[in-house]
């Protein structure tokens, strides 16, 4: 059995025609005037019975107006293809469920898909009962002088409905169901109005999700090649989620005159190859990821749009700690996921909270006296003095200068060991103090081609040495199209 | 004259000694019949009165109201109520389902009256018109919320002597009345008007007891509630839809204030707003205009444009019909769509242009005198009477 549909739609064809006939009166000597009552013709016995109050004593109130179908039939000259499907898109104002009122930006967007209706001629009598002929002039006249030639019908206000919007003919007009004349009773009087509509019966329409462009994916030029492959325009298998275009991204860490730690910032959006996804986010705007947060960056300056502005952009609606923020980096295969909430404060940033199995582990780095994955602090060893922190355990990483040389003869006493000998470190390594004396447990001259993970313990950052230098780990300046919203 | 005659020219002690006798088993096996006696139809006032529907000197059986279709529709009837005896025979009687509800299909009633007793309490012969309420029919136990029984009316159609009330004498001594039930109409509203219990008046009329009037009013609101709330105006909803704004180079307008910094005073940037409000409404097709903004934006209303509007600012006049709404571009208001949406209800306030020639209450000052806008077509400039 087919699955069950009714949408009522003849049904609201006659409750328009009633509501058409509705409101019309008569006037009496008196000048009263007195509404005339329209009701669906073709009623069943018990409602009558109800009606009147169960009593055969009720008084039928005169004048009135009777409303029903006389035929109903299919209407071949307005047969058109019954395959046709029309697509209609349409955007929603945003909602709000919190106040149920439709806010002043974009929400849901649809896709409606409707099938081609049936067409019919639907053929409506009204009956129109009056007790003296004056009575019935000053109901035809209200009425007939409306259809010229016809008035509109429509079912409901639908944007999408596209068979809403009818019209109504009248047709045709008896005078008098009486016989002049040749009577022995006085018969009520009725005079019938015959109209008829052309109507649609429409199935079910299809809502889909409408597909709105909030990331444009494009495959067009080739990076390596530096040429435009139009064949590969189009999108393809090949065009995999991990195959993104991605930021090569470095942002190099040093530190100013007062030994305050600053990075220094490239990044180039590049595809691997022509097949390559390259993410187009709302606006191009870029994003700039500092300890667990994120600004929208306009040319490389903050953007005035706040984050709640941004995310309006967007058709689905954002939920804090839900909807993800995620990065590509060409030194990451796979993207760097977290979910992001607003900051109520600041307006401009947004806090997220990594998915920590996105983010590669700190690398343990083994000393005689401890195994850690982290550092405590990131220092120019000429311009930072470690005399007050210094306490066992304590890791450092050397950037921007060395520190001791083995020609020196007296080196600096700050960074002398307990026995009084000089410590020797290059810029980039890593040292720790076990309480007497310092050592060196990662050595940069002798692992270029190792890419070390560790944790400032002081800021939170993560770090990478990397082909030489020491690098922000995956905070930085992200450009358009290496970051997406997720919802 | 044959001495030996039952029949005599006139109505000698023959007559009366069977009239009085008639009159005794009317009164014996009779039943009561109230009559509202029919005084005439009601007056047309003087200033309404037409040849054909003239006013006359005084409220008459004799009058008719309508010369032209010679119908009296609006009638008067007697304050008292008078009581007869009256014979008939009952009968069962089924209900016609028609299009306007149950009809009793065969309630049509010959009585028979006592003549000169009729005459003497109504003072006159009962004549079509008359309507009269039988007493013992009255149902005690319809559905009804009233505590007073449902009363039964007929009305009466024809009057003839009965066949049988003619005696030996040649002289009849009944009527014959064809009488049929009454409808809510017209002509009877001057009964239905009075209190259905006169103890009891809160109680309403004979029309709020009698009739299916009320309910079936409620009933054609009922409906016309349910068409309103399948379509509340005529074109089409659009409101809940998003309309996007874009600039001159197609892309997404963007409000570029600085949002740190807005001056609340201003009417449409919202805290909330990144985009600019659209110039127009994303969805064209019939019968959209609304006076409403796209997407809900904020808008004054008024009869003159405000100063100090700022670029997006909406505003709808008032003054014009149908109103319209404006945008200000920076410059200039500019029209964004007038409101022609409105009800598909016959009510007293629709204003379509067929509807603004049938709902109007305007008057005009033409010279110094007052003269209603809405006027017949036939009278619109009638030249007035000049003595001429």
């Not at chain 1, 030994?259 to 959006?269: E, F, P």
């Not at chain 1, 903050?302 to 967007?314: D, F, G, I, P, R």
């Amino acid at each position: 059995m087919a699955q069950h549909f009714y949408d009522g739609q003849i049904r609201r064809y006659l409750t328009q025609a009633i509501r058409l006939l509705s409101n019309f009166s008569y006037k009496d000597i008196e000048g009263v005037i007195t509404p005339i009552p329209v009701m669906y013709g073709d009623l069943s016995r018990q409602v009558g019975s109800v009606i009147r109050d169960n009593s055969e004593n009720k008084l039928p109130s005169c004048p009135r107006m009777a409303v029903y179908v006389t035929n109903l039939e299919l209407d071949r000259q307005r047969l058109a293809d019954s395959t046709y499907v029309s697509k209609l898109n349409i955007k929603e104002r945003a909602f709000n469920s919190e106040t149920n009122e439709y806010d002043n930006y974009n929400g849901k967007g649809y896709t409606i898909e409707r099938l081609m209706p049936t067409p019919y001629n639907l053929t409506i009598n009204v009956d129109i009962w009056s007790s003296n002929t004056e009575q019935k002039l000053q109901i035809l006249e209200q009425i007939l002088v409306l259809f010229n030639p016809s008035l509109e019908l429509q079912t409901n206000d639908n944007f999408v409905d596209w068979t809403s919007l009818s019209v109504i003919y009248l047709e045709s007009v008896s005078w008098s169901s009486r016989t002049i004349g040749n009577s022995t009773e006085s018969e009520i009087d009725i005079a019938t109005l015959t109209f008829s509509t052309p109507i649609y019966i429409s199935p079910p329409v299809k809502v889909k999700k409408l597909g709105v462009i909030t990331s444009i994916i494009t495959s067009i030029f080739n990076e390596e090649q530096g040429t435009i492959d139009l064949d590969l325009a189009v999108p393809n298998l090949q065009a995999y989620i991990d195959n993104r275009a991605k930021a090569d991204i470095k942002d190099k860490i040093s530190t100013d005159d007062d030994g305050n730690l600053l990075s220094q910032h490239t990044a180039i959006i590049k595809k691997a190859d022509a097949d390559a996804l390259v993410n187009v986010t709302p606006l191009d705007f870029g994003l700039l990821i500092r300890d667990n947060t994120a600004k929208l960056l306009k040319n490389g300056f903050q953007a005035k749009a706040s984050w709640v502005e941004y995310l309006k952009l967007y058709p689905q609606p954002f939920e804090n700690d839900i909807t993800e923020l995620r990065l590509v980096r060409s030194d990451f295969n796979g993207e760097i996921i977290g979910t992001i909430s607003l900051v109520d404060q600041s307006p401009h940033e947004v806090s997220i909270n990594w998915d920590v199995d996105t983010i590669p582990g700190d690398t343990v780095l083994t000393s005689d006296f401890t195994a850690s994955n982290k550092i405590h602090f990131i220092i120019d060893p000429l311009k930072t003095n470690p005399t007050t922190i210094k306490e066992p355990g304590l890791r450092l990483l050397l950037i921007d200068e060395s520190i001791g040389d083995v020609v020196n003869t007296d080196g600096a006493d700050a960074w002398k060991n307990n026995d009084g000998t000089d410590f020797i470190a290059s810029a980039n390594d890593i040292i720790e103090w076990n309480g007497t004396k310092w050592s060196v447990i990662f050595d940069a001259s002798e692992s270029n081609e190792q890419v070390i993970y560790t944790t400032n313990l002081n800021t939170g950052i993560q770090y990478k040495y990397l082909n030489g230098e020491w690098l922000l780990s995956y905070e930085g300046e992200y450009p358009q199209g290496s970051w997406r919203i997720v919802f | 004259m044959p001495r030996l005659s039952l029949y005599k020219p006139e109505k000698g002690q023959d007559y009366k000694f069977i009239d009085n006798r008639i009159f005794e088993m009317f009164t014996v096996g009779g039943t009561d019949i109230f009559v509202h006696k029919y005084l005439g139809p009601k007056n047309t006032s003087e200033e309404d009165s037409t040849p054909t529907t003239p006013n006359y000197n005084a409220v008459a059986e004799t009058n008719i109201q309508d010369l032209l279709f010679l119908e009296n529709r609006d009638r008067k009837y007697d304050d008292d109520i008078y009581v007869l005896r009256g014979v008939y025979t009952l009968q069962d009687i089924d209900y016609n389902l028609s299009q306007f509800g149950l009809f009793l299909s065969n309630d049509t009633i010959i009585m028979t009256v006592h003549i000169t007793s009729s005459i003497k309490i109504l003072g006159r012969k009962i004549i079509a018109g008359d309507v009269i309420e039988l007493p013992h029919l009255r149902d005690e136990y319809g559905l009804n919320e009233f505590s007073t029984a449902i009363k039964k009316f007929y009305v009466v159609e024809e009057v003839t002597r009965a066949v049988e009330g003619f005696s030996p004498t040649w002289y009849p001594h009944l009527y014959r009345l064809k009488l049929k039930q009454i409808v809510d109409g017209q002509e009877y509203k001057d009964i239905l008007n009075n209190s259905a219990n006169e103890d009891v008046p809160e109680d309403g009329t004979l029309r709020d007891l009698l009739s299916t009037f009320t309910k079936e009013l409620e009933i054609n609101t009922a409906v016309i509630q349910q068409a309103e709330a399948d379509t509340p105006l005529s074109g089409y909803e659009t409101r809940h839809f998003f309309t996007l704004t874009k600039n001159d180079q197609g892309n997404v307008s963007i409000v570029t204030a600085d949002f740190s910094s807005l001056d609340a005073s201003t009417q449409n940037e919202l805290a909330d707003r990144v985009m600019q409000t659209p110039e127009r409404d994303g969805y064209i097709g019939y019968l959209l205009g609304d006076g409403y903004p796209p997407n809900g934006e904020v808008f004054g209303i008024g009869i003159e444009f405000p100063n100090g509007s700022i670029e997006g600012d909406y505003y709808l006049r008032t003054d014009m019909f149908p109103n319209r709404l404006f945008r200000f571009n920076g410059t200039s208001w500019k029209k964004i769509e007038d409101s022609v949406r409105m009800t598909l209800t016959n009510t007293d306030d629709r204003a379509t242009q067929k509807f603004t020639f049938i709902n109007n209450t305007n008057e005009n000052v033409i010279d110094g005198e007052i003269v209603k806008e809405r006027q017949s077509l036939s009278k619109a400039l009638k030249p007035r009477s000049d003595n001429m």
